[in-house]
């Protein structure tokens, strides 16, 4: 993947990264896990601060400069990874620990790397980063505004957006406005691990089709008919002509209860029984 498409906009503004690593409240007794160093915009004010750090960096390039950068100082583990898809408890530094993770995120990558720690078996005690402001807004949303993306996040964490960062802060300079967020991952998720997969089916299929009201939505996302749509989200005692962004997650629970006691109608259109298998995983 090219510099370009790794979503490198190096933070230049030093007064911001000291605000992101305050905002982190990092104490000497701390274990940090920073996403996407780059050329060390955060990471030099982390490490004058943190316990130990464990730095995961995606372009061979960059992690081979922290390498160097880091020889021979044990409070810093450089890992060249892709932190989508890496599972926290492989980094040695912080197995078996509580860690803050802070990031100034890559655009591309932003919700999956989120989404792959917060849905972690060991995520991090709080993660203070930085992404595009709509994305840190819609993570944040309350009823009214929902959407998917606001329920993959809430789930599991508590979202509140600390401060707007210019486009001006960053070399290059991006053409969005960035956001960084707070979010502190919840004791337990508010869906219980088991029920998680069909509540993310019933929601996604709530919102299969956004503006419409939530009767019509859920049956185009389920592929049943309206009346059978209608009752099933009645009988969750919701009004079947809300739109689904004013859906509040115990309400998506609510409907998932009455989907299920309807016997999960799910009608899957696939001509053979591999698609039919994997529309069902999705
Ligand atoms: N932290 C630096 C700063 O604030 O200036 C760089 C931030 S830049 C927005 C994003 C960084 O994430 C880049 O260094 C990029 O190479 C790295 N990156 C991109 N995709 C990544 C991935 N999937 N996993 C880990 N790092 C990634």
Redesign the pocket.
Known sequence: MSRQR??????TDRAVAGRIVRSAAVTPRSTVLE?????G??TNQLVASAGTMTV????SG?ALELYDRFDGNEKVDVVE????TIDPDSLPLISGRSYLLV????YY?ATP?IRNFLESEHPPERMIVMVQREVANEMQAEPGDMSMLSLAVQVYADVNVLFEVPPEAFTPKPKVTSAVIALTPRAEPLVPADLQQDFFRVAKAGFKAPRKQLHNSLATGLNIDTTLARSIIEDAGIDSERRPATISIQEWSNMLESWSKAGKPFVVHGTSRKERAEALRR
């Open positions: 790794l979503g490198q906009n190096f933070l996403v996407g160093p780059g050329k915009a955060l995961v960096e995606f372009d960059l990874a892709d932190a989508r990031a100034n995120l890559p990558a790397i």
